[in-house]
């Protein structure tokens, strides 16, 4: 079966292979990236814990074809939000909230969070609720993640 | 994991979509978002020798005003149309269904036309290859008779668009592009009526845009399910009203949606069109909730919307 050569962006850095057209980019990423925070959950696209941010915007990575993916495209995991040993003020407020609980659904809350106040710095607790339910939690209840994102959005986390 | 062996396109313009389909004797699939093919390739539901991948056809994705219509390219993503001013002020019932379609993460990768072809849906097919093997092949599947009502020769898996009950209420037309051209259908008639194969495509036709007739209208979506986060619809009901006139629509209980016209909008009015729908559905036990249950729904869910809808026409 032919390999396709795909070029992109994951964390800043260019990456450039050849892939299977079978392969989910959550494969690439996971297993040949070594970037394991993106976890795989349903497999099916149903409940997020895959999300990574695709040109910005929250993208469940389990069910995307790596061959989809352009020159230019930019992806980010959670490996590649906090800067340096400085994390990233959504990451701060969920170890500040105590928005974490098993941790599995963890990274992709963080990051679909990240990317609503990255287009909305100051949501609506709705528009925080419509959008943070694209990922499914079965431990927290949600409160604290609501919490910690409406945290931000008003500045009442630290940014140190 | 995709356990399955297929090449992988990306046509430049629809003629080389279509012809890659015929070069693959039609073992080929179409892709836009992926949010429902990948899914199912992944259960093994569809098995092509080439996915053909639409992205790059960029005319595809346009939102287009003509002047008589308002011209939504297939490929146009559900978060973008949900923004768009044109669908909030003339069309709300598409609005609305934009909105209640499945989370917002999903809906900034799947597309409109996706959200019209997505195959119909059971709790006995959407399984993966070795349950369903488990419990052998159902009507959907090539077998002898239905797993959800054993002994039944006939299919009721459900339709679960909640944009083409919304486009229905708008008289929303459909453009395909295929080996013989274009042609353009009313969006009701797209349906063949047999869950098994729900829609009256030819071989390697392709969706390119979905038409709605610029008339200024108000109206809503009414979705029944169990979690407000991301759930397939268990029942959809969309609403438009203009010039006097009113459509009804019901959605997601079997093979394709149902409409009926309204004139009158008392309660009695109301109750007499959810009836009229409801003796074309035969809701089965095929969801997670009982079939009685969504039966019910109809009138209740329709009173809803039609009463909040008229409400602001007042």
Known sequence: ?160 | MIALKFEFRRPKDVEEAVRLYGEFQGEAAYLSGGTDLVPRMKLGLEKPKVVIDLKRISPLSTVEDQGEWIRIGALARIFDLKENETIKDYFPALKASLEATSCESLQMRGTIGGNLLQNSRCLFYNQSEFWRRSKGFCLKMGGKSCNAIPGANTCFANYCSDNAPALCTLSAEIEFSGPDGTRRLNLEELYTGRAEKPFKLYPGELLTAIFVPKKKSVGGYEKLRIRGAIDYPLLGVGFSYGNGTGKLTIGAVGPKPHSVEMKQFSQGAIQEAAETLLKQVRPVDNTVVNPEYRKRMVPVLAERLVNKVMEGVK
Do not use: H
């Not at chain 1, 499914?136 to 910690?148: A, D, F, Q, V």
């Open chain 1, 1 to 160: 079966m032919d390999r396709l050569k795909v070029k992109f962006v994951v964390n800043g850095q260019p990456v450039d292979l050849n892939v299977k057209p079978s392969e989910t980019l959550l494969e690439t990423l996971r297993d040949r990236l070594e970037l394991t925070g993106a976890k795989e959950g349903c497999g099916l696209g149903a409940c997020g814990s895959c999300t990574v941010l695709l040109n910005g915007l929250p993208t469940r990575s389990c069910i995307v074809l790596t061959a989809e993916l352009d020159d230019g495209d930019e992806v980010r995991t959670i490996e590649g939000l906090a800067d340096g040993t400085k994390l990233d003020p959504i990451q701060e407020s969920f170890m500040e909230n105590g928005a974490i609980q098993c941790g599995f659904c963890t990274p992709g809350m963080v990051l679909t969070a990240k990317s609503l106040l990255d287009r909305n710095p100051k949501p609506s607790k709705e528009e925080i609720i419509r959008s943070m339910s694209s990922n499914l939690c079965r431990c927290t209840g949600y409160k604290k993640i609501l919490e910690s994102v409406e945290a931000v959005s008003s500045s009442k986390v630290s940014k140190s």
